[in-house]
């Protein structure tokens, strides 16, 4: 179980960073790149759909997902919520998460 939710999060980044990167044949050409995301709009409905699919099917309370482009952020949200009881959402800026045994995906 913890196996398949590491590996859906690795894709789900990956997918993530295909998407946001230009291509590299385009990084070369001179010019800004016209490739990749430009709108963090539609990375958001994107992952929106995908988020709500995986808390619900993996029993996840929250999570976060923070995305920077050309050495800026461009896209931060928090999905689930930060303490169930309390119905406390996720802030992406402000919702801290334990270091566990899942670190162990980006170390």
Excluded: W
Aim: hydrophobic share 45%; net charge neutral; glycine share 10%.
């Amino acid at each position: 179980m913890k196996k398949t939710i590491g590996l859906t999060v690795f894709v789900l980044l990956f997918g993530i960073a295909v998407l946001v990167s230009p291509c590299q044949e385009a990084a070369s050409a001179p010019g800004p790149s016209t490739e990749g995301l430009s709108d963090p709009k539609e990375l958001d409905a994107f992952i929106d759909g995908i988020m709500a699919a995986h808390l619900e099917a993996n029993h996840i309370a929250g999570a976060t997902i923070s995305v920077v482009k050309d050495g800026q952020l461009f896209f931060a949200k928090g999905y689930g919520y930060a303490h169930i009881k309390s119905k406390t959402p996720v802030l992406p800026d402000r919702t801290m998460f334990r270091p566990g045994s899942v670190s162990k995906l980006f170390t």
